[in-house]
């Protein structure tokens, strides 16, 4: 498939801040593998897997790059904070980031001071980087067709303004081919179709399978922030 990069969500929603010799330290939840419920359809978010969680907690495992922290924008190359580690002791389909903050930046200690008090935190954040593999399959509960992302290569986390990042637990998101150096729309279409069984098959032989008619399959897109049928 082409490169694309994606946006994910992350939170600082229950994060944790500790202190190790001087330092500042923000666990918080960068990446999960739960749906976006929160318009009330699943199919919404295009959901990532936990062989990309894995990818994630390898990369970052490896100790290179480190990944910044950054402020606001995607893409910038100065960051307040670096990933250092992860939360080896959470489940398998959840990502519990570790940054390093630098005490030196003010955005950093705005961040500290946020979350060490206990305040309503209203920062949001996202993570960026390249998805490597992808594809779609159908789903009983959704009623539709779902968009997941197998395998990624992480490389920013980015602090945003409340509703720009991600789901419930950070705004809207998504997948973008990367095209003379223009995010446009990922063409869905051309990632691998599995029925409900993980089986690669065709939207014929899915609807079959599922005995309704081709046209009747239902799969979405978000567009002008409305959910719409493909």
């Known amino acids: 498939m082409n490169e694309a990069r994606f946006l994910l969500p992350a939170s600082f929603e229950k994060a944790v801040t500790f202190e190790r010799d001087g330092d500042w330290f ?19 978010a295009e959901r990532i897997t936990k062989n990309a969680i894995a990818d994630m907690k390898k990369q970052i495992g490896s100790g290179t790059p480190r990944f910044p922290v950054l402020n606001g924008v995607h893409g910038e190359s100065f960051g307040y904070g670096e990933i250092v580690d992860f939360d080896k002791d959470a489940p398998e389909d959840e990502l519990w980031a570790i940054a390093k903050l630098k005490k030196d930046y003010p955005q ?44 990624v290569e992480l490389d920013e986390i980015t602090t945003t303004h409340p509703g720009k990042a991600a789901n419930p637990r950070s705004g809207s998101w998504g997948v973008f081919a990367k095209t003379d150096g223009l995010d446009t729309p990922f063409d ?10 993980g089986n690669e098959t065709t939207p014929e ?7 309704v008619t081709v046209e009747s399959l239902s799969a979405f897109e978000k567009k002008d922030g409305e959910v719409k049928p493909v």
């Open 108 to 151: 950093a200690r705005e961040l500290w001071a946020d979350l060490k008090d206990g305040k309503s935190v209203t920062k949001q954040a996202s993570i960026g980087g390249v998805t490597r593999k992808a594809y779609r399959q159908f789903d009983k509960e959704a009623g539709g067709i779902v968009k997941y992302l197998d395998s």
């Open 26 to 44: 923000v666990k918080f939840r960068a990446s999960d593998c739960k749906p976006d419920r929160s318009r009330g359809a699943d199919w919404v």
């Open 188 to 197: 869905w279409a051309a990632t691998p179709l599995l029925d409900v069984e």
């Open 205 to 211: 032989g899915l609807a079959k399978s599922l005995g």
